[in-house]
Antibody
């Protein structure tokens, strides 16, 4: 059974940092592109970042470029999102999702709250 | 960046009726890499349609995707109460892989 389990969310002050993790199981993790998608409370889905099979190619939404870094450890079947210089508007549930041309499996999400 | 505009914002229909949801792109989506998701409150999104018209595994044939280029449609036939949700389109043609703002479907 394919499973994606996010962790690492929590309350952080503006300007702070947080690292999210997404533990993958039930499939060949290194064979899939992976994404982070976020959703602010009561709002729509926003794509954040994507990484290819081995981490050699990454892309970001303009709103997080230069502040967030996506990475992966295929030996540990884990996806990461390092978030620096956090802002109030980064408050959201962060989902990891699998796939290159569509996201067929999603995690349950982890809540990040940026507030003083 | 490709901007996706979904309409209507909210759709209120009765069981058994047909829903037609629109997703319009600001420029052509390459290879029709257009995806439709369904999201219910408190849940992660679920993929319904990919490649503009291919149903994902386990999705009933009441759900149909169509369109190409810049105009795409999700049609849901014979609406059931469980179809109440927010529906999003997303494009994977070029990064950033943008979402539409969503259409809320209410089944009354």
């Amino acid at each position: 059974e394919v499973q994606l389990v996010e962790s690492g969310g929590g309350l952080v002050q503006p300007g702070g940092s947080l690292r999210l993790s997404c533990a993958a199981s039930g499939f060949s993790f290194s064979s899939y592109w992976m994404h982070w998608v976020r959703q602010a409370p009561g709002k729509g889905l926003v794509w954040v970042s994507r990484i290819d099979f081995d981490g050699s190619s990454t892309t970001y939404a303009d709103s997080v470029k230069g502040r967030f870094t996506i990475s992966r450890d295929n030996a540990k079947n884990t996806l990461y999102l390092q978030m620096n210089s956090l802002r109030d508007e980064d408050t959201a549930v962060y989902y990891c999702a699998r796939g290159a041309r569509f996201n067929d499996y999603w995690g349950h999400g982890t809540l990040v709250t940026v507030s003083s | 960046e490709i901007v996706l505009t979904q309409s209507p914002g909210t759709l209120s229909l009765s069981p058994g009726e047909r829903a037609t949801l629109s997703c319009r792109a600001s420029r052509t989506i390459s290879s029709n890499f257009l995806v439709w998701y369904q999201q219910k409150p408190g849940q992660a999104p679920r993929v319904l349609i990919y490649g503009a018209s291919t149903r994902a595994t386990g999705i009933p044939d009441r759900f149909t995707g169509s369109g190409s280029g810049t105009d795409f449609t999700l049609t849901i036939n014979r609406l059931e109460p469980e179809d109440s949700a927010v529906y999003y389109c997303q494009q994977f043609g070029s990064s950033p892989y943008t979402f539409g703002q969503g259409t809320k479907l209410e089944i009354q």
